[in-house]
């Protein structure tokens, strides 16, 4: 049984900066690549990044320059480290990778 659990979510200021964090467990992780998503209230779902099992990564244009996803393969973690956050970054983050579910995911709230 596979199971990723997305945490480091918060309140932030326009500007700031925050790390998510998605725990693997059940899965032979460094095998695997992983990607992170975002859901904004009344929007639909949409690809934030990508990280292969290789380490080759992947952005969305809205978040280049600012997002870097990146994957510690010790610890079973893959992380987004978020900079220069602005609201519309506002959103439930999600974690997903082929043989999991979506979970809970974690949220992120940027005030302006």
């Known amino acids: 049984q596979v199971q990723l659990v997305e945490s480091g979510g918060g309140l932030v200021q326009a500007g700031g900066s925050l790390r998510l964090s998605c725990a693997a467990t059940g899965i032979t992780f460094r095998s695997f690549g992983f990607g992170w998503y975002r859901q904004a209230t009344g929007k639909q779902r949409e690809s934030v990044a990508g990280?292969?099992?290789?380490?080759?990564?992947n952005y969305a244009d809205s978040v280049k320059g600012r997002f870097t996803i990146s994957r510690d393969n010790a610890k079973n973690t893959v992380y987004l480290q978020m900079n220069s956050l602005k609201p519309e970054d506002t959103a439930v983050y999600y974690c997903?990778?082929?043989?999991?579910?979506w979970g809970r995911g974690t949220q992120v709230t940027v005030s302006s």
């Open positions: 997903k990778t082929s043989s999991a579910s």
């Open positions: 990280i292969s099992s290789s380490g080759i990564t």
